[in-house]
């Protein structure tokens, strides 16, 4: 069982940077595979990022691609998100998940934070 908290959301301007925390209770935090995904009001939940179990491996969706980065840090049970170069159109709540593998996929993931508010005015 794991339980994902996420902080770090709030309100930015447009060209602003944010990064998202992902804390993890439980032991086994190292085995799983973290995303982030997003969901904007009226629209469905969509892949942000993935990181591997090890933090060697990364995936990005396009549209974040060069702005954003994943991150984890194992010894603190942390997944981070950076995000830069922030635009309107990356508003939405952010979700953390763990997962048996790295997918861009909600359904691969077993285990969903609460959600963190991203705001990026113009």
């Known amino acids: 069982q794991v339980q994902l908290v996420e902080s770090g959301g709030g309100l930015v301007q447009a060209g602003g940077s944010l990064r998202l925390s992902c804390a993890a209770s439980?032991?086994?935090?190292?085995?799983?595979?973290m995303g982030w995904f997003r969901q904007a009001p009226g629209k469905e939940r969509e892949f942000v990022a993935a990181?591997?179990?090890?933090?060697?491996?990364?995936y990005y969706a396009d549209s974040v691609k060069g702005r954003f980065t994943i991150s984890r840090d194992n010894a603190k049970n942390t997944v981070y998100l950076q995000m830069n170069s922030l635009k309107p159109e990356d508003t939405a709540v952010y979700y953390c998940?763990?997962?048996?593998?790295?997918?861009?996929?909600?359904?691969?993931?077993?285990?969903w934070g609460q959600g963190t508010q991203v705001t990026v005015s113009s």
């Open positions: 998940a763990a997962g048996n593998s790295r997918s861009y996929y909600t359904w691969a993931y077993d285990y």
């Open positions: 990181i591997s179990w090890s933090g060697g491996s990364t």
């Open positions: 439980g032991r086994t935090f190292g085995s799983y595979a």
